[in-house]
């Protein structure tokens, strides 16, 4: 029972394949109109031919109502030419030749059996009435009615009626014909469409499968060859796709290589210092207390870089998560900018920095405090370490409905124009040397740039090299949940 109920769902799932779908549309797309045309043709026939035969049936029946008067037939229906004639006519149309005087009476039958009988039908009163004939065609019993009027030329009155019955047996003979033969051409072509739509759905859907074949042989590792099945616009545009998407991947993974190579080296630093003053110390004969101690407090604000680089650190990978909750509440900005200048002063004051903060209305936004205060953070951390002794910096904090924008600036060392777009990556410091006196790492801003994005904000940079440097940050007064 399973296993019919899997064959059953493969069968289904064949049915959305497009080969199948090209393969019924082509089919049906071809067979459709045949059927309806050759309908068409046996339709036309029949209508043509019972016209014909009717004209035919009409005209002769006509030509013997004409003799049936010049004749005086009705005055001696014992005509043996006009009667034998009949005959014929009869046997011509495979039928049967009434004549009824004006009192309805039959006086000639060519089947010999209702000589003498009354014939009353709508057709023949209306003939006597009207003195024109009138045919039907009866296509359940395939025969044709004629019934024409024998007028008298001289008097113009009606004298009888000739009732003629022609079998259109024969048309049905050959409308049987045709439709054998119609039929097997239909056949021959519903074979010939069906194999031409099994080739023609080959050919369409070929490039898809070569393309599965491409992509599938990509597996692990970005090779530099660009995959390319020009057989379609289509399929190139696919491969085009496909490509960029490697690309970007590379992209990525070299990055990741790249990451994990800069965090080792960043991590191994300190302990590499460590164990240097470690093993001098060792290895000395004789070393006085105050050595000591200077070493000592080497190694520990070695151990304190570590600290802090395993902080910042943990802190990215957070914010880089993609599930991440964001703990957005009502906060004062005004306050929060406050607060962690406060924190700041201290820092600034040793290099003699100025901090003015200049805010142009009061600020409640829907921000993570946390998150959010370490971007800010960040970048009034960086404008006092890259800032000139005695040096300033301008927190500006404005608002318009939508958004607030907070500008950080500093009259620091600026950043060169080539290094501008470097900033926000890891570990990305414009002068190493300089930057590690001064004690960086590299992952400040990418983990301010981090919180404003996940702040769905914005952050822009401006710096003139020796004059000083201006971030602006712009986030949503209101978080907007994706
Ligand atoms: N205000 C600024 N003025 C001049 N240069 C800056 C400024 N802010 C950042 N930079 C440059 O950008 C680099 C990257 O800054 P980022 O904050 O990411 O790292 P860092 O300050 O070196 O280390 P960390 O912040 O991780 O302790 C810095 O090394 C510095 O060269
Ligand atoms: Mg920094």
Redesign the pocket.
């Known amino acids: 029972m399973k296993t019919i109920f899997l064959v059953f769902l493969n069968k289904l799932k064949a049915l959305k394949s497009l080969r199948f779908l090209l393969i019924v549309l082509f089919f049906l797309a071809g067979i459709i109109p045949a059927i309806i045309i050759s309908e068409a043709v046996v339709e036309n026939y029949r209508t043509r031919a019972v016209s014909v035969r009717t004209t035919e049936a009409v005209d002769q029946s006509r030509i013997l109502a004409t003799r049936l008067d010049s004749e005086g037939y009705f005055l001696n229906p014992e005509n043996d030419s006009i009667n034998s004639e009949m005959d014929l006519l009869a046997g011509i149309y495979n039928g049967r030749i009434i004549i009824t005087d004006n009192r309805f009476v039959i006086i000639h039958d060519t089947y010999d059996l209702s000589n003498g009988r009354t014939m009353i039908s709508q057709e023949i009163i209306k003939c006597f009435s009207s003195g024109a004939g009138s045919s039907v065609y009866d296509q359940e019993n395939e025969y044709i009615e004629i019934c024409v009027p024998v007028s008298n030329i001289k008097t113009g009155e009606t004298e009888g009626v000739l009732f003629v019955s022609a079998a259109t047996g024969m048309i049905r003979d050959t409308e049987d014909v045709l439709n054998r033969k119609l039929n097997i051409m239909l056949f021959t072509m519903a074979l010939l469409l069906f194999a031409l739509s099994l080739f023609v759905s080959y050919l369409l859907t070929r490039p898809f499968k070569r393309i599965t074949a491409a992509i599938s042989s990509v597996k692990e590792g970005f090779g530099e060859a660009q995959i390319s099945i020009p057989d379609y616009t289509e399929t190139e545009a696919i491969m085009d796709a496909f490509n960029n998407l490697m690309g970007r991947l590379k992209i990525l993974d070299e990055s990741r290589d790249e990451f994990v190579s800069n965090v080792s080296h960043e991590l191994k630093t300190p302990l590499t210092s460590m164990k240097v003053l470690a093993d001098s110390l060792i290895s000395a004969d004789e070393v006085s207390n105050e050595t000591y101690r200077e070493f000592m407090i080497d190694i520990a604000e070695e151990v304190d870089r570590e600290d802090?680089i395993i902080n910042?650190l943990l802190s990215m990978v957070k914010m880089d998560k993609a599930t991440e909750e964001i703990n957005a509440e009502d906060t004062d900005i005004n306050a929060l900018i406050e607060l962690l200048l406060k924190r700041l002063r201290p820092i600034a004051d040793k290099k003699g920095v100025q901090i003015v903060f200049e805010s142009k209305r009061l600020v409640n936004a829907e921000v993570d405090r946390t998150k959010f205060t370490l971007a800010i953070m960040?970048l009034v951390?960086?404008?006092v370490?890259?800032n000139k002794e005695n040096g300033w910096i301008r927190v500006g904090l404005d608002s318009d409905h939508q958004f607030f924008t907070i500008t950080v600036s500093?009259s620091?060392?600026?950043?060169p124009e080539d290094s501008v777009d470097h900033?926000f990556e890891r570990f990305?410091?414009?002068?190493k040397s300089h930057?590690r006196e001064i004690?960086?790492?590299?992952?400040?801003?990418?983990i301010t740039r981090s919180s404003i994005l996940m702040h769905r904000g914005a952050i822009k940079v401006s710096?003139v090299e020796g004059e000083g440097?201006t971030f602006t940050v712009r986030v949503p007064l209101k978080y907007v949940a994706v």
């Open positions: 802090k910042d960040n951390e960086n404008a370490k890259y500093d620091g060392i600026g950043i900033i990305y410091r414009v002068d930057s004690g960086g790492t590299g992952l400040g801003l990418a710096s440097t």
